[in-house]
């Protein structure tokens, strides 16, 4: 059976960027009504990361999502939560909504935009085409707004899958786990770039993140 994809693009290594310095440049694009998504800039978002005091620090608000009987979704909500932390959490949640749904819930793809959207897709895709779901707790912590421009900002979260398993149509366990639900693997910084709209509303443009054996991922390891 078909390893699922991983939810969010491969970052090069070796090419990096500042956080404040990309969303400067995604900010400007974004600000506008904008065509087509921003260019890839291949960063590493390794400036992006959060310290170890943040990641250790204890969650202000820890709220537990239940998608389904078997699929829940932990979120360890930061201080300060706007509706910038709130577009990029609830995109997050209504993916796994999709995916247990096996496609028919597409409430996610009111939350994303451009490459974002592209990326969701793909993501929901990789189950429903081949039959398969999951089930265990995803975490999303230390979250945080990283920068903001203008109407664009950068989102930085640490995301660990380590308790996800894909399921095939009869829920049992896949024999072969994809690499996102193993450690080290599995916990890893993710980057949103969420742009507001002309209604207001907070979208997700972009996805991004720092896999393992980035510093930036490994910061992210409790």
Known sequence: MPKPIHHWITVPADRYVRPVRWVAVF???AALTACGAPADKGFTPQGAAPSKAAVEAPPATAETITITDTLKISIEWPDQRDDMIAAFADSYVDQWKAVASGGTDDTYLAGVEDDASRTAL??????????TSAQGTAKLYSIRVAAVDGRGAEIDACVDTSGIQVIDE?????????????PPKSIYLQVAAVRRGDDGTWRVKLFKHAAYPDQAAKECQR
């Open 170 to 182: 009869t829920d049992t366990p896949v024999a072969n786990q994809p690499n996102w639900t193993k």
């Open 122 to 131: 793909a993501w929901v895709t990789s189950f429903t085409a081949t039959d």
């Open 27 to 29: 900010g400007l694009a």
